[in-house]
């Protein structure tokens, strides 16, 4: 053998050997994958059949009820084939069969693939522009996880570059693949719709925590351990209602996390900036010896970076953000690339101090937490976000905004947040009055600040007068809706109560009620005993409506006892005296009223006169035993679900009047509104927006299964750059502890 052939073989066998320990990685990376997706696919499947059982339970038709329960059938049935063939296809993708048969799309293919549009189904249209939206969305929200992902799997399967290879869990291949595995589905489109949208709640919009364990494990195995992905983030998944309601103490939790203390939120606390510095100490690189060493910058003046700020603010691009489409600027960057620029012709080059750093760090960080905070409205977020640059002018020349609540910069941010709670998307922002006025306002710091602090104060008097004046209007409407809706209540009240009564007495009647006097009760003597429901507090006459009733079917019994008969013949001129009287006070029929009442006294006469006829087919109450036992199947179908819902209760019962939550619809949209009337007799909460008109009607059970369905959030109202501080301090503190 050569030496060229040699060291040709010994080359061969490493190659080998080193395809043979990717191949184990791989393989172990794609169990793990397809386990976690399996998981999030089970939770999927029992969300899809609570989101189908609630659209069942509101239908309008029996057949719309039907097609929702069918569907909830056919999905169970092939739930288990439909997992299955998912977790075969993305354990497929992590073949290098195919993560290396990279065929990008030409542009005869995109033009063929238009071409064909016209003639696919509508049904299939929206299938793709579901998968569509999903995957984009998926993609844009973890980039930064994804392209660490493809990185390492591009290193694993031996390839160049990214753009060598098909890589696995990329979203619209999942998504195309779940897409797939449903075809087996016989249900409708709008059926199947919901499942997608499902599915990207529970699957693709948690793709996060998949990512980086299998970033994780690659980097476990010693694929790319050092890869950075700088300026790339994933987007933060909202708080949900329920992790604030698991926590059994909030208040002991935010002590023990290192939160801002009573004194701090009440006014002037301690200077918390000099712990904030310490905590940040953590953070820093040990290269800065070095360089000192070697050669030390002077310190940039505060009047040179707060220019350097002016100019940065001025910059188009700064105040471009939108509500799809809102991030933090990187200041730091920013003013970094800025001051590299100046240093290049400068003779002293200059870099910013200690303290200018943490300061600049402290207020990114803040406006990270607005962005990330749920409770304000997204086009609330963006505004807010806008003024990141002038506060961090304010805190350089005053520190005492991180430790004072009367700072007026902070009060003028904590109103702005205060004022969007309960803010919605509106299809033209031009017209909200609201969001008018906040937008003048931030954009009135962009153009006006110049170092004058008072500015912030003079706006922040502004918004609360414009906001006195809102509110009173609001509250003028509000207390109209809690009018109306508390007489609309107490009239339903009423009518279920005289239905109730009425259905009960005729049903446990022992003989039979004439069709005649059935009918007058049903028809006519309700309307007598609804009015005398809603007038019971003034006039006491709801207990001589029912017993009137009570009369009258005794009198119909057959009577065979001497006392009875006297008795019967004292109160029946009375009883139809009585009748015809209510009657006419509710318009009853008045041209057939004399012939009801004849009716009526000659039912009586016979019942009287001949006791013997009267049919006697049994005990009738035995009538009321199917009926008042009858449930719905929907009704049945929702007692079975009753689970532990104890911490959802205790969280309904103590929400507050004025407090603001937000509602998920079936369809995914959300709306915010505040709790304006909670009536208890009637079991009801009333919801209004901050027009002050209804919104929503619940019941402390559909609260409570909305709360552990994750289909309604509590909001907090609190101040946002307290909460803001709290969050970074712990933050900052779990990071020096770890």
Not at 116 to 138: C, F, H, P, Q, R
Not at 291 to 313: G, I, R, V, Y
Not at 499 to 525: C, D, F
Not at 628 to 654: F, N
Request: hydrophobic share 40%.
């Amino acid at each position: 053998m050569s030496k060229s052939t040699g060291v040709s073989y010994i080359n061969s066998k490493q190659t080998v050997g080193n395809q043979t320990a990717n191949q184990a990685v791989i393989t172990s990376i794609s169990k793990e994958a397809v386990r976690d997706l399996s998981e999030l696919l089970q939770s999927m499947f029992d969300g899809i059949d609570d989101s189908l059982f609630e659209l069942a339970n509101s239908a309008r038709t029996n057949n719309e009820q039907n097609r929702f329960f069918e569907a909830m059938r056919e999905i169970r049935i092939k739930r288990k084939g439909i997992e299955s063939q998912f977790s075969q296809s993305i354990h497929e993708q992590f073949q290098p069969a195919n993560a290396l048969n990279q065929q990008p799309a030409t542009t005869e293919d995109n033009i063929t693939r238009l071409d064909s549009l016209s003639v696919v189904g509508n049904d299939e249209l929206e299938e793709d522009v579901a998968i569509t939206a999903m995957a984009s969305k998926a993609k844009a929200n973890f980039q930064g996880p994804l392209l660490k992902f493809h990185t390492r799997m591009s290193r694993a399967y031996g390839a160049g570059n990214l753009n060598a290879i098909n890589p696995p869990l990329e979203p619209k291949a999942i998504c195309e693949a779940f897409a797939e595995a449903c075809r087996t589905l016989e249900i409708e489109i709008k059926e199947k719709l919901i499942v997608f949208k499902q599915f990207d709640r529970y699957v693709i919009s948690n793709l996060e925590p998949v990512l980086e364990h299998a970033n994780k494990l690659l980097i476990r195995h010693g694929v790319l351990p050092q890869l950075k992905t700088p300026g790339i983030r994933g987007k933060s998944a909202p708080r949900s209602s329920s992790d604030s309601i698991n926590s059994p103490s909030n208040a002991q939790t935010r002590l023990h996390e290192g939160h801002v203390s009573p004194d701090q939120q009440s006014g002037e606390g301690n200077d918390i900036f000099p712990e904030l510095q310490a905590l940040l100490a953590g953070k820093r690189h040990l290269a800065t010896n070095a360089k000192q060493a070697t050669h030390t910058p002077s310190a940039l003046d505060t009047s040179a970076l707060l220019s350097l700020l002016t100019e940065l603010q001025k910059r188009p691009h700064v105040n471009t953000a939108t509500s799809k489409n809102a991030k933090v600027i990187d200041i730091r960057s920013a003013l970094q690339s800025e001051l590299s620029h100046r240093n290049r012709d400068a003779a002293q080059p200059t870099a910013f101090s200690q303290i200018d750093e943490d300061l600049i760090n402290l207020v990114s960080m803040l406006f990270e937490f607005i962005l990330d905070d749920y409770n304000l409205a997204p086009p609330i977020q963006v505004l807010i976000s806008r003024l990141q640059i002038p506060i961090l002018k304010v805190v350089i020349k005053d520190k005492s905004f991180f430790s004072s609540n009367k700072h007026p910069a902070r009060q003028l941010l904590n109103a702005l947040a205060k004022a969007g709670i309960g803010w919605g998307e509106s299809a033209d922002h031009s017209r909200d009055k609201l969001y008018v006025k906040i937008h003048e306002i931030v954009h009135q710091v962009l153009d006006e600040f110049d170092g004058d602090i008072s500015l912030f104060a003079r706006l922040n008097d502004d918004l609360a007068q414009f906001m006195l004046r809102e509110e009173r209007k609001a509250k003028i409407v509000e207390q109209r809706t809690k009018e109306a809706e508390k007489g609309r209540i107490r009239s339903r009240q009423a009518q279920k109560r005289v239905e109730t009564i009425i259905s009960h007495k005729i049903l446990n009647a022992r003989y039979p009620i004439p069709q005649v006097i059935s009918e007058m009760l049903k028809n006519g003597w309700s309307r007598v005993m609804f009015l005398a429901f809603l007038k019971d507090e003034q006039e006491h006459q709801w207990n001589t409506s029912v017993k009137i009733v009570d009369d009258l079917i005794w009198c119909l019994q057959p009577l065979i006892d001497t006392k009875d008969r006297q008795r019967w013949v004292a109160i029946v001129p009375k009883l139809l005296k009585d009748l015809k009287s209510g009657l006419e006070n509710v318009s009853y029929s008045t041209t057939s009223l004399e012939d009801t009442i004849a009716e009526i006294k000659h039912e009586l006469t016979c019942a009287f006169k001949n006791p013997e006829n009267i049919i006697t087919g049994g005990d009738f109450s035995s009538e009321s035993t199917p009926r008042a036992s009858m449930e719905t199947a929907v009704k049945k179908q929702l007692a079975s679900r009753v689970k532990d819902t104890s911490r959802y209760e205790i969280a309904v019962d103590e929400l507050k009047i004025g407090q603001w939550v937000e509602f998920e619809l079936l369809n995914g949209n959300k709306f915010r509104c505040k709790l304006s009337a909670r009536i208890d007799e009637a079991d009801c909460y009333i919801f209004v927006n901050r027009m002050g008109l209804k919104t929503v009607e619940k019941s402390r059970a559909e609260l409570i299964q909305d709360l552990s369905k994750k289909k309604v959030l509590f909001l907090e109202q609190g101040q946002v750059i307290d909460r803001a501080l709290n969050a970074v301090m712990s933050n900052l503190k779990q990071k020096a502890d770890s």
